[in-house]
């Protein structure tokens, strides 16, 4: 299938084609060099002020100190130029083994930050797409959006034959705009590569890039849904039908789900029903990671649909995470090595099973320390032991009472503190998983890591 042209991935930030794109968004611009200038200047001030200072944990808490006016400084940067920041924010706040817990806080607020454009602005990309004569196809279509995000918005109709249809239609310029932004994001990358200790800019850079050239075309939704479909699913889980002649690169049209958000059912404060339905949900994204090795990878609450006998439907396929069969197998071994938190192993063996179960799993930059530490996390308090004195070691203290997304946001700060290399099909599962475990938490859902174990199975 024909690919959307990508802007070049070669790692190089200093060509004339990005400075072009940076010079046609100049005005757009001049905020972020203005917030750049800020943040370097303030971690070059710590770095000043703890030179003397030879051990990172020294330097450390100075540096910690700074993170939260400066990310305050990069959300309103994000805020402020909207569309591609929003989602360049969106990106790093699903990235805690990247940044630290400051901006991941901060980045947060802008999760559900994306305002509607008028019908009239988006005709154009229809006429495009479906020719001149696209409204022959259709009976009728809500000008209002259903649902909006920083790419595209959703457009209620009805098609000629009778079918009710969400026509989901690319933003007007979304994609020139997003290009010209990456070639300053690589810039601004490349300036800071090397001043903010822990964080990796140019790889969250280059990975948002590819993310992102990939939901600008829907083709690759398109498919990506032939994919999810495909698959033996929980008996509740639904996927839309996809209308396959009427969905193009900026446009794809899809059955309309009739139904409420998940998170109305939740809000009604029937916990058996809240229960039963995120129940459906975590077996369905285990089944997923652990069975089929194919996530949907945007387990937003606004996604899920439930209809009138208590089906959930999964929408949104811009994104799917793919393991291959060595990565399902390993990391459901390791999911529950978490699980049995190392039963019937003396700490040793236990160790040195995680060190070589990570390996397997393909994490990078793994020394015996960091898997003492880590082993520490899963075995001492199970057995009553006195804990370590070790970040591990203090962030399961309260393991019985914490969310497994608590657990895994825990357990990448530990990463990035030991500065592992976490690899990104891991990244993206924990990323469902902490989303999924976020939900369970706040409604008081016991989370099961395997499949079939919840009460609604």
């Known amino acids: 299938m024909q690919r959307t042209p990508e802007p070049s991935t070669d790692g190089s930030w200093l060509s004339f084609k990005n400075l072009g794109q940076i010079w046609r968004g100049r005005r757009r611009y001049l905020n972020a060099i203005v917030t750049v200038y800020k943040i370097d200047r303030s971690y070059r001030k710590v770095r000043a002020r703890t030179k003397h200072l030879s051990d990172w944990k020294e330097r450390k808490p100075y540096f910690k100190a700074a993170h939260p006016k400066n990310a305050e400084l990069l959300y309103n940067l994000c805020k402020h130029n909207g569309a591609t920041w929003v989602k360049l924010a969106q990106f790093m706040s699903a990235r805690p083994d990247m940044l630290p817990r400051e901006y991941i806080d901060a980045l947060k607020k802008l999760q559900n930050d994306a305002k509607p454009v008028p019908f009239h602005d988006v005709v154009p990309v229809m006429e495009d797409q479906l020719g001149a004569n696209w409204r ?13 995000a920083s790419i595209g918005q959703v457009h209620r109709a009805k098609l000629k034959d009778g079918r009710l249809v969400a026509i989901k239609v690319q933003l007007p310029n979304v994609k020139e705009l997003f290009y010209q932004d990456f070639g300053l994001f690589r810039m601004m990358a490349e300036l800071l590569k090397s001043r903010v200790p822990q964080i990796d800019i140019k790889q969250m850079i280059e990975q948002l890039l590819k993310m992102t050239a990939e939901e600008l075309d829907f083709r690759i939704e398109a498919e990506n849904m032939r994919i999810f479909s495909q698959q033996q699913h929980h008996p509740r889980i639904r996927i839309p039908v996809l209308v396959e002649d009427l969905s193009k690169e900026k446009v794809i049209v899809t059955e309309w789900i009739e139904g409420t958000r998940l998170v109305s059912h939740l809000d009604r404060n029937n916990k058996e029903e809240a229960r039963d339905l995120l129940s459906v949900v975590q077996d369905s994204y285990m089944q997923q ?7 949907q990878a945007d387990p937003h609450p606004g996604n899920f649909m439930v209809d009138q006998d208590k089906n959930v439907w999964i929408l949104d396929y811009g994104v799917i995470g793919r393991l291959t069969p060595k990565e399902t197998m390993n990391y459901t071994r390791l999911m529950l090595y978490m699980l049995n938190q190392g039963k019937g192993q003396d700490e040793t063996q236990a160790g040195e099973n ?8 393909g994490f990078g930059g793994i020394d015996a320390e960091t898997v003492e530490d880590l082993s520490q996390y899963f075995i001492r308090t199970k057995r009553g032991k006195p804990e370590a004195k070790t970040r591990a070691g203090e962030i399961m203290r309260d393991m019985k009472k914490k969310g497994v997304d608590e657990v895994i946001e825990e357990l990448m700060e530990v990463f990035q503190e030991h500065r592992i290399i976490v690899p990104d099909s891991f990244v993206g599962m924990s990323r469902v998983l902490m989303t999924v475990g976020g939900l369970m938490q706040i409604y008081r859902v016991p989370f099961n890591m395997m499949p079939g174990m919840s009460k609604a199975s």
């Open 354 to 361: 995680l060190g070589k179960l990570m390996q397997e799993c």
């Open 136 to 148: 022959d196809h259709f009976e009728w279509v809500e000008e209002d959006p259903a649902a909006t």
């Open 289 to 295: 990671i652990t069975k089929f090795g194919v996530f």
